[in-house]
């Protein structure tokens, strides 16, 4: 270049920078930014989708984790009122045993007693009938009303 300047070659310059920056705008920077813009936007709307979502596993896994506390205090009251159940039946069934023990016991008792007298019985009359043939043996002579008592 000169010094000074040649206007005409420095305005023709200027134009064609114009006119060059006003095209590769049109063609090349405005869709690049626009591009990058969108860009943008797009991953800010995935890390606002992001952060929803996480939120909502969040509360999912909350609800989840209070809805297992909930079935598990209900497993844990119900598996205590069955045992008491269980073990009210157990004694229930024990009292029951235990009584009809007693009563076997009782009825076993009376039978024995009852076996013990009849024996007592046959034994008193089997002794008196050995005694009158002891006395009819030693005397040698049949005694006075021994034919009322039996002979076994």
Same mark, same amino acid.
């Given at each position: 270049?000169?010094?000074?300047?040649?206007?005409?070659?420095?305005?023709?310059?200027?134009?064609?920078? /114009?006119?060059?920056?006003?095209?590769?705008?049109?063609?090349?920077?405005?869709?690049?930014? @626009? +591009?990058?813009?969108?860009?943008? *936007?797009?991953?800010?709307? /995935?890390?606002?989708?992001?952060?929803?979502?996480?939120?909502?596993?969040?509360?999912?896994?909350?609800?989840?984790?209070?809805?297992?506390?909930?079935?598990?205090?209900?497993?844990?009251?119900?598996? @205590?009122?069955?045992?008491?159940?269980?073990?009210?039946?157990?004694?229930? /069934?024990?009292?029951?045993?235990?009584? @009809?023990? *007693?009563?076997?016991?009782?009825?076993?008792?009376?039978?024995?007693?009852?076996?013990?007298?009849? =024996?007592?019985?046959? +034994?008193?009359?089997?002794?008196? =009938?050995?005694?009158?043939?002891?006395?009819?043996?030693? +005397?040698? *002579?049949? +005694?006075?009303?021994?034919?009322?008592?039996?002979?076994?």
């Amino acid at each position: 270049m000169h010094i000074p300047p040649n206007w005409g070659i420095f305005f023709a310059l200027i134009v064609s920078f /114009l006119i060059f920056w006003f095209i590769f705008s049109r063609i090349f920077f405005r869709p690049f930014l @626009d +591009l990058l813009t969108r860009r943008e *936007r797009r991953f800010k709307e /995935l890390g606002e989708r992001t952060e929803q979502l996480i939120k909502e596993a969040r509360a999912a896994e909350e609800q989840r984790e209070q809805r297992l506390a909930e079935l598990r205090r209900e497993a844990a009251a119900k598996r @205590d009122s069955e045992r008491r159940e269980a073990e009210a039946e157990v004694a229930r /069934l024990l009292e029951e045993a235990k009584a @009809d023990s *007693r009563a076997a016991l009782e009825e076993a008792r009376n039978r024995v007693e009852n076996e013990v007298k009849a =024996a007592e019985k046959e +034994l008193e009359a089997t002794s008196k =009938a050995l005694a009158a043939e002891l006395a009819e043996r030693v +005397l040698g *002579r049949p +005694l006075n009303g021994s034919h009322s008592v039996a002979r076994n």
